[in-house]
């Protein structure tokens, strides 16, 4: 990992990423470049369809997206998207697992900078406003788990892709932006089961499928499946 130090970090773009994290929340962007001018940082740049982390591949580092988008998936399970100003790596920190809990993979060109267990551990004696912070990033990744626990215990399949349909939906009823085979891999379905799924609402009159995605058309009959 290429070590960054002053300019790089003193970068008003950077900061501005950096200070827009739930790390830095509530702390003035020339702060932010001070601070992180006091800690040794490493940036790294990936292509697309490169493993930023796996299971078996990973570092016990804070990783920040400066540029980029990145796939989350835990086996075929489409977790999550990262884009600048996303955090990870917080799972690989302060503990003795051996595997980290999911894959992270570059969607695109991607720069990540990083920070070290060390550098963390620095930051939150240092700082209150940033130790505050990491205890609230924690609370909620907590809680966004919890959430994905909840949606993947549903019985049944059909259940759990109206309540994405419902949740995803723009204020015209439009699911958009999400390929089918990225809505299943969110579901933890197979592509089949979501077509199969799919067709049943849409025979019903529920939804239609089209070019953009999907339209509800019924969403009351839809919340109450």
């Known amino acids: 990992m290429r070590q960054i130090r002053g300019d790089f970090l003193a970068g008003r773009k950077t900061a501005e990423v950096l200070a827009g994290t739930f790390l830095f929340e509530g702390v003035p962007t020339e702060e932010v470049s001070r601070?992180?001018?006091e800690f040794s940082c490493g940036e790294k740049a990936y292509s697309k369809g490169e493993v930023i982390f796996s299971p078996e591949k990973f570092e016990r580092v804070l990783g920040v997206v400066i540029s980029g988008k990145v796939a989350v998936?835990?086996?075929r399970l489409s977790v999550s998207e990262l884009s600048a100003g996303s955090l990870f790596g917080a799972a690989a920190l302060f503990n003795d697992e051996t595997e980290y809990a999911s894959t992270l993979t570059a969607k695109a060109a991607?720069?990540?900078?990083?920070f070290s267990q060390d550098a963390i551990l620095g930051l939150i004696n240092q700082d209150e406003r940033i130790r505050m912070?990491?205890?609230?990033?924690?609370?909620?990744?907590?809680?966004?788990?919890?959430?994905?626990?909840?949606?993947?215990?549903?019985?049944?399949s059909e259940k759990r892709l109206a309540r994405f349909?419902?949740?995803?939906?723009?204020?015209?009823?439009?699911?958009?932006?999400?390929s089918f085979s990225?809505?299943?891999?969110?579901?933890?379905?197979?592509?089949?089961?979501?077509?199969?799924?799919?067709?049943?609402?849409?025979?019903?009159?529920?939804?239609?499928k089209?070019?953009?995605?999907?339209?509800?058309?019924?969403?009351?009959?839809?919340?109450?499946?």
Do not use: H, W
């Open 73 to 75: 998936t835990k086996g």
């Open 165 to 178: 349909l419902l949740k995803n939906a723009d204020d015209k009823g439009i699911v958009s932006g999400c």
């Open 182 to 208: 990225e809505m299943a891999g969110r579901l933890g379905i197979g592509r089949a089961s979501l077509y199969r799924e799919l067709g049943k609402l849409e025979e019903a009159g529920v939804i239609q």
């Open 110 to 114: 991607t720069t990540v900078l990083y």
């Open 210 to 225: 089209n070019r953009n995605g999907v339209e509800i058309l019924d969403p009351e009959r839809l919340s109450q499946i």
């Open 35 to 37: 601070i992180a001018r």
């Open 133 to 156: 912070n990491y205890i609230r990033y924690l609370s909620t990744r907590i809680r966004f788990l919890s959430e994905k626990v909840d949606t993947l215990g549903e019985i049944s």
